[in-house]
């Protein structure tokens, strides 16, 4: 049976004001989707709206719904304009950093070696990294996308030992799939899962890969996330346009107990 945890992360970006994410959020609770066992459910905010996200999350009272950002500094304090810190997002009750996002590697130019420093930091802190990563379509079409991803795998979090890296959530993104409706066949996603969780296991064991929680993200909706989630390496989804709506978030979430 399998152990690791299946995740739904919804990730807003920079959509909503706070107090339409708070709304949003306890829209979502009155539906009362099922999140037990090893589920969870985080959302991920801007920064403006964290401390008041993380009230509507308290008050839906589940401890499987988290609360994440999309970014974050590696350094713990200084002359930073304009970032943040660990130590700010966890005051305001986060739990998850999304690291990595294409758009973050695309539009403010972050490196594979930036993400390493950062994936560092948020371990140091005991709070959950949810690492990106995926190809564009050139690559796609060049049919590289393994030695795309296994170079970003390698230079951002493959030096981590194995009690860092099984607390590290990777999240498998094809750019073509963001954001474009066109989502990457249930096949190409599972072979692209398959693929990295035996990058894992031949670096840390089969046991350490298996414990390793692998989501998809692109154009995954209510209508495809089951049968993205019921393929053996897909465990959950990092979610975009589909986490801004309470019903088709609510489907997705539902989509985690098969
Ligand atoms: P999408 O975005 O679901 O809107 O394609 C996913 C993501 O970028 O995390």
């Known amino acids: 049976m399998k152990m690791r945890k299946n995740i739904v992360a919804g990730n807003w970006k920079m959509n909503l004001t706070p107090a339409e994410g708070v709304a949003l959020i306890n829209e979502i609770a009155t539906f009362n989707p099922a999140i037990s066992g090893n589920n969870q459910v985080v959302f991920c905010a801007p920064f403006t709206h964290l401390s008041e996200v993380n009230k509507a999350v308290a008050s839906w009272g589940n401890a499987k719904v988290l609360v994440g950002a999309q970014n974050c500094y590696y350094q713990p304090s200084g002359a930073y304009t304009g970032e943040i810190s660990l130590d ?129 993200g692109g154009s995954c909706n209510a209508a495809n996330a089951k049968e993205l989630f019921s393929q053996a390496d897909v465990d959950g989804g990092l979610i975009g346009g589909a986490a801004l709506k309470a019903e088709s978030f609510v489907a997705i979430i539902n989509a985690m107990n098969g």
């Open 88 to 216: 700010m997002l966890m005051a305001c009750g986060v739990s998850a950093v999304i690291i990595g996002h294409s758009e973050r590697r695309l539009y403010f130019a972050e490196s594979n070696e930036l993400l390493r420093l950062k994936v560092d930091a948020i371990l140091a802190k005991q709070l959950m990294p949810i690492f990106c990563c995926g190809e564009p379509l050139e690559i796609r079409n060049a049919n590289t996308q393994n030695e795309y991803v296994a170079a970003q795998l390698q230079e951002s979090i493959f030096h981590l030992n194995a009690a860092e890296i099984i607390k590290v959530v990777i999240a498998y993104e094809p750019i073509w799939a963001i954001g474009t409706g066109v989502t990457a066949s249930t096949q190409q996603a599972q072979d692209m899962h398959a693929f990295i969780r035996s990058l894992l296991a031949d670096k840390y064991g089969a046991d350490v890969a298996n414990e390793i929680t692998i989501l998809y």
